[in-house]
């Protein structure tokens, strides 16, 4: 098969727009107000308790197991979150 320039673009472009849709700004995410207000005042909260790292890992565990996530997608998010994190 030969590869002329007009597909060799359209290929490019395509996998261009996979790109921009597999990356998350997850600052542009819209929340729903009630969230956002509660998730504002939880993180303002966690931000002046100054816990140990016992404690950290407690409140992440509640608030995961509250969203009812399974270990694999877990880390799928954990993956996802690491790479938005190096990107800024």
Do not use: C
């Amino acid at each position: 098969m030969k590869l002329t320039k007009s597909k060799l673009k359209e290929v490019i472009r395509e996998v261009l727009e996979e790109e921009t849709i597999n990356e998350v700004n997850f600052d542009k995410i819209k929340l729903p107000s009630v969230v956002n207000r509660f998730l504002n005042k939880f993180v303002d909260s966690m931000k002046g308790a100054n816990l140990n790292r016992m404690k950290r890992a407690a409140i992440l565990y509640k608030v995961i197991d509250a969203a009812g996530m399974t270990p694999q997608q877990l880390m799928a998010d954990i993956q996802k979150i690491k790479t938005a994190m190096k990107n800024d």
